[in-house]
């Protein structure tokens, strides 16, 4: 049986014998005060399903209800030359894999950071495609397999209008995926290379979330000329309601301004 962290969310293959989750005992997250909690797909699948939200015609939400580990939300990005999912969500269940199916399957799987790796092997089995984790980020992956594609640099274009960006802060590979549909202005899935606040008026750029680990401002400096070169006006962030529609430049800018006073 293989173990499931049920505080990040992390799949293990069998050979790992640790009781310690590599991921948790990792400076930017963090082992409850209660120790370490294992359990298996098997046991989550029994309590708990997917989500599938549609948040336009060609993206989807994925996410784990009622919440599990860190509660992320994967996205299903349609594209005329092939699907990709846009992060992991750790339960891979029979409905979600009807669904992705009867929109064409999945051409890839892309990753922000290490923190939704969960059962990606799970995922790129059962839809037999490559998975794409920026090479910086390579001694986080816990179970390692054929499906795992390595890039390196500052981007690399997929396909259609689909590209992603190293941007780097919360891990050196941290990626964003760029799409230039449906917002004329292009969009952008962050996963938590940026962290919107609740009041949606500012994101927050930090080397661990959890923990309230801040970055050097010259590694903020850095982010602000990566992400100025990119064009977009909305992003899609780590939880469900991390949207920001037409105006995230703006947000993005006038926080990067507050960290730089
Ligand atoms: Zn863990
Ligand atoms: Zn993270």
New binding site residues.
């Given amino acids: 049986m293989r173990k499931l962290c049920s505080t990040c969310g992390t799949l293990y293959p069998t050979w790992y014998s640790s009781n310690d989750c590599f991921i948790c005992n990792e400076e930017?997250q963090y082992v409850p005060e209660e120790g370490q909690i294992w359990t298996t797909q098997e046991e989550l699948s029994s309590t708990h399903k997917n989500k599938l939200i549609s948040i336009n015609h060609r993206l989807f939400e994925i996410a784990i209800e009622p919440k599990f580990a860190i509660g992320q939300r994967a996205f299903l990005v349609l594209s005329e030359s092939g699907n990709v999912l846009w992060d992991c969500v750790p339960l891979l269940d029979e409905e979600t894999i009807r669904f992705i199916s009867s929109k064409g399957g999945l051409s890839a799987i892309a990753f922000s950071?290490p923190?939704y790796y969960s059962n990606m092997n799970d995922w790129a089995k059962v839809f037999d495609c490559p998975i794409y984790i920026h090479q910086a980020d390579e001694q986080y992956i816990m179970d390692k397999s054929e499906y795992i594609h390595l890039w390196e640099g500052e981007e690399i274009p997929l396909w259609d209008d689909l590209k992603l960006v190293n941007i780097g802060g919360?891990?050196e590979g941290s990626s964003v995926l760029l799409i230039s549909e449906p917002s004329k202005k292009g969009v952008i899935l962050c996963?938590?290379t940026m962290y919107l606040s609740p009041s949606k008026n500012h994101f927050a750029l930090m080397y661990s979330?959890p923990n309230r680990m801040p970055l050097p401002i010259s590694e903020i400096k850095r982010i602000k000329q990566r992400l100025d070169t990119l064009d977009f006006n909305s992003v899609y962030g780590f939880y469900s309601y991390q949207n920001v529609i037409g105006t995230a430049k703006e947000i993005l800018e006038a926080s990067v301004k507050r960290y730089l006073r």
């Fill in positions: 930017r950071h923190h919360h891990f996963g938590d979330y």
